[in-house]
């Protein structure tokens, strides 16, 4: 995830581009870069690292004058986050500049081609194939050439797009990633978000997917695919600069729980091609992973708990035993790990202290590694045989959302890829999963939009001593990151059981009116589910159910209900947890706590 903004006007663009910028920063800080026009020349600068570099490189904008421009903060995808792969990009005449969010899937192939036709390219980007690609179909008109080009791209993107034969013009273009218009007097922008936009105006226009706009300073013209002009209504934004940059919502935790269907489908999407999924990132031979014995998933805190989730899929479709290890107990237990052995590595941040040196441990022991991670370049990143990034984008609330529901995706894709290629799934098989996998952003926004009461529940068990979460099998997984949700924002004690367990002890801690979240969507292990139910209910507790809206038996059982969309419970994880993370999240805003800045807590444990 990047953010990119544009601007033409009648002042200087390059200091209202580093300022949109500013308040893009979130969306990715690993490099920066502007290009702006004047007297039909495009000038480019770019760094490596964070915007504050860039603004002193241009001095504030000052250096770069001119009237219209284009800007980019990345989170790095393809290439590492150098100044060459940093955005702008110029096409090799120098008549166009480009910043592009998104991810274009085909780009190898594409790239091979414009090699082909004798275009050079400066760096290792997805994007700069789109820049080339613009210089080879441009006849004087911009927007068939724009039309053209998009409909070589598979992927997603939001573009802006400079031209020098139209100096006083931006372009943008917008598939499946955010793009917005802002209207302001004698001047207009576009941008990812309306947090660069608001400081200059708060009249905007939401661009569609497939929508193209062409800017200048006193006009904005929407077009489609065929070159039609569409008309669009503009939205007046109330909120404050500060509120925008939550996007509206009073905390970025907030923000990022109602990004996950996005978020996941951009894990998703890049890794689908003709119905199959494809791991460019995985060099794993068929006899390699046939001489596999044992996988396990190491990993710490949430990402612990996505592998715990994970677990499931994996050892069902792929029949190799797999065992979740704490990184920081792993590091210290002399582990039985061999050449024989799958180790996959979760990270958020990829740099993680005990992760990197449980990693470094399985290493030594012959293990080939596997690391699902979210930024590009980390020490984790690095260390791995083989990295596959969640692109999540960067996550600003301390307690992970869709960091977690995205690594619990791609786990769930490799033990589809996995399987089929150790000759464990079917044809029938193969295509059923994939028709599941297709479906989880849909099956994660329902879970978000059935569950508006959870801000209401929130309000009863808010003050609790202790709450219990409960479940069997995925469901006890799931229950052990909506605890830790739970105890982490709101510090409330919050404990996940085995619902199983309960009877050996736990029990005991069971008196009036003790809170038990009880997760009940595991369909084949339902009354044994409904039985711990029943026994929790005999000693005083009051049981919040998560469950489908048609089971009857537990809608009969439990005093309050949470819901998610009926999905089999192999891929249910990353549904679940949102009813989950809702509650969380509106339990600590009862208690006044500091939702994304949670006390004692850091994003990246970069130490032991």
């Known amino acids: ?58 001095d504030e904008g000052r250096s770069m004058p001119g009237f219209t421009g284009i800007g980019h903060t990345r989170w790095a995808t393809h290439g590492a986050p150098t100044e060459e792969n940093a955005h702008p990009h110029l096409s090799n005449d120098g008549r166009f500049a480009i910043v592009h969010n998104g991810i274009i899937e085909n780009y190898i192939q594409l790239r091979e081609e414009l090699i082909g036709q004798g275009y050079h390219f400066d760096s290792e980007t997805d994007t700069e ?18 039309i053209k080009v998009v409909n070589r791209l598979k992927g997603s993107y ?21 793009l917005i218009i802002g209207l302001g007097l004698d001047e207009n922008y576009f941008a990812s978000d309306v947090t660069a936009l608001v400081a200059n105006t708060r009249n905007v226009i939401y661009m569609d997917d497939g929508d193209f706009a062409e800017l200048s300073g006193d006009s904005v013209v929407i077009f489609d695919g065929t070159g039609r002009t569409v008309s669009k209504e503009s939205t007046r934004i109330s909120w404050d600069v500060q509120a925008a940059e939550k996007g509206g919502f009073d905390h970025f935790m907030l923000k990022e729980i109602m990004e996950q269907p996005g978020a996941v489908k951009a894990t998703i999407a890049p890794r689908i091609s003709e119905g199959r999924i494809v791991f460019d990132e995985i060099d794993i031979s068929s006899a390699e992973l046939a001489d596999i014995r044992k996988t396990v998933i190491t990993a710490c805190g949430s990402a612990y708990y996505a592998g715990c989730a994970g677990k499931y899929a994996l050892e069902k479709l792929t029949g190799i035993p797999v065992e979740t290890a704490l990184a920081s107990e792993l590091r210290y237990s002399d582990p039985l790990i061999d050449e024989h052995t799958l180790v996959i590595v979760i990270s958020q941040s990829g740099e993680t202290a005990d992760t990197i040196a449980a990693m470094k441990e399985c290493r030594a022991r012959g293990a080939r590694v596997l690391a699902i991670v979210n930024v590009v370049g980390s020490t984790v990143a690095k260390l791995a045989d083989h990295t596959v990034y969640t692109w999540a984008g960067p996550e600003i609330a301390v307690a992970t959302t869709k960091g977690y529901t995205t690594q619990v995706t791609v786990l769930y894709m490799l033990a589809v890829f996995f399987g089929e290629k150790l000759g464990r799934v079917s044809k029938k098989e193969y295509d059923k999963y994939m028709m599941m996998i297709a479906r989880l952003p849909r099956h994660i926004q329902q879970a978000i939009d059935m569950n508006p009461l959870a801000a209401a ?19 006890y997984a799931i229950a052990l990151e909506g605890a830790l949700k739970m105890k982490e924002i709101s510090y409330l004690h919050a404990e996940a059981y085995a619902a199983g367990e309960l009877k050996h002890g736990t029990i005991a801690l069971i008196e009036e009116h003790t809170p038990v979240i009880a997760l009940c969507c595991n369909q084949k292990i339902m009354e044994k589910t409904l039985s711990n139910i029943v026994e929790v209910k005999a000693r005083g507790a009051e049981v919040l ?62 130490v032991e």
Do not use: W
């Open 545 to 606: 159910a998560l469950t489908f809206r048609d089971n009857q038996k537990i809608l009969s059982e439990a005093d309050d209900l949470l819901f998610i969309p009926k999905v089999d419970s192999i891929f249910s994880a990353v549904i679940e947890i949102l009813p989950l993370q809702l509650l969380a999240y509106y339990v600590a805003r009862e208690n006044g706590c500091d939702i994304d800045k949670p006390k004692n807590l850091a994003k990246s444990v970069t």
């Open 457 to 475: 529940l929130a309000k009863k068990y808010h003050s609790s001593k202790a709450l219990f979460f409960i479940g069997r099998n995925t469901d």
């Open 158 to 178: 939001a573009l802006g797009v400079l031209c020098s034969d139209e100096p006083e013009k931006i372009y943008a273009a917008r598939e499946a990633s955010p």
């Open 129 to 146: 194939v789109i820049v080339h690609l613009l210089e080879m179909y441009y006849r004087g008109n911009m927007r068939k050439t724009l």
């Open 1 to 58: 995830m990047c953010g990119i903004v544009g601007f033409a006007g009648l002042r200087d663009a390059a200091p209202v581009l580093l300022d949109g910028l500013k308040k893009l920063e979130y969306r990715g800080y690993d490099s920066a870069g502007l290009a702006v026009m004047k007297d039909g020349t495009i000038s480019v600068t770019k760094v490596s690292g964070r915007i504050a570099s860039l603004c002193e490189r241009t």
